[in-house]
């Protein structure tokens, strides 16, 4: 029985952990020197003009970005969200 519960709570412990590295965060820029935060691996077009960055990701000291953070997915372009 105690094996038992054991093996239970190491396949829980081992779920969350597969279920914890799994999930997606990413600073996504556009080229207008906006960025955001991604909650989910999204797939951008090339044609939008957009780098999706690591989440721990800084800019440089000579690099002028602003943070524009939106809900839901989508991308700034002209200083308008777009979302797809």
Request: charged share 15%; with cysteine; proline share 2%.
């Amino acid at each position: 029985m105690k094996a038992t519960v054991k093996i239970a709570a190491a396949a829980v412990l081992a779920t969350a952990a597969l279920t914890a590295t799994t999930a997606s965060a990413a600073i996504v820029c556009n080229g207008e020197g906006a960025c955001w935060h991604a909650h989910k691996a999204y797939t951008y077009d090339p044609s939008w003009g957009v780098v999706v960055h690591p989440d721990n990701w800084r800019w440089g000291a000579n690099e002028h970005y602003t943070w524009r953070e939106h809900a839901g997915r989508g991308y700034w372009r002209g200083g308008n969200w777009v979302a797809f």
